[in-house]
């Protein structure tokens, strides 16, 4: 099955430094990858999300780049703010197979100080 | 995405009983998940809820201690039988709406559960 690894575990960036989470993946197969924020007490919410047929995606601050070969990809956060303060995971779909299930890498905790 | 309503949002329960926990979406999804979050750790798949068929388990779980339901396409159950203190965690219920070139799965709020 496909195995998720994350890096760094925990991040600490100045206010408006950038930030850089890594993942990298197992199954070659897998083509969706998205990652989720999770504040304290919040359920996951999704920010952003890339398939296999493109290389980089960006929205606002955040942008997303994947290298198939490699089978790793990155998030990258410019002009951190405090609120960006959270726990962050990436995970990996193969949306080619019979399940659909998502394989979470362990997590980030990002803290940004003001 | 789809509208996921998730009760009850926290229970403390006492050892060897059950609590169900419910998930209601808002539109109709083809993909119903449940996952176990343990304090500060990652998301792990407990079962895929399956419409109309008996609950896909990931190993390490099995039906007789999380039961799931799924009568149909906008709601789900799971039950967490038999409780030890083991089982105190966040329970979140999931769901995949494909949308176009995206899937968007979304979470529920989760269910904070404290066995005692």
């Known amino acids: 099955g496909e195995n998720v690894e994350q890096h760094p575990s925990t991040l600490s960036v100045q206010e408006g430094d950038s930030a850089v989470i890594k993942c990298t993946y197992s199954d070659s197969a897998s083509n969706y990858f998205p990652w989720y924020k999770q504040e304290l007490g919040k359920r996951p919410q999704l920010i952003i999300d890339?398939?296999?047929?493109?290389g980089e995606k960006k929205d606002q601050r955040i942008a997303v780049t994947l290298n198939k070969t490699a089978k790793h990809f990155s998030l990258h956060i410019t002009e951190t703010q405090p609120e960006d303060s959270a726990v962050y995971f990436c995970a990996a779909l193969n949306s080619g197979g019979s399940n659909y299930k998502l394989t979470f890498g362990k997590g980030t905790l990002l803290t940004v100080n003001p | 995405s789809a509208v996921i309503s998730q009760k009850p949002s926290r229970d403390i329960c006492q050892r060897g009983t059950s609590l169900t926990i419910q998930c209601q979406v808002d539109s109709q999804v083809t993909m119903m998940f449940w996952y176990r979050q343990q304090p500060g750790q990652s998301l792990t798949l407990i079962a895929t809820?399956?419409?109309?068929?008996?609950?896909?388990?990931e190993s390490g779980f099995v039906i007789d201690k999380f039961p799931i339901s799924r009568p149909n396409l906008t709601f789900s159950t799971l039950t967490v039988s038999n409780m030890s203190p083991e089982d105190s965690s966040i329970y979140l219920c999931s769901v995949a709406s494909n949308r176009g070139s995206n899937y968007g799965y979304t979470f529920g709020s989760g269910t904070r559960l404290t066995v005692v």
């Open positions: 890339i398939r296999s047929n493109v």
């Open positions: 809820a399956n419409q109309g068929s008996e609950a896909t388990y």
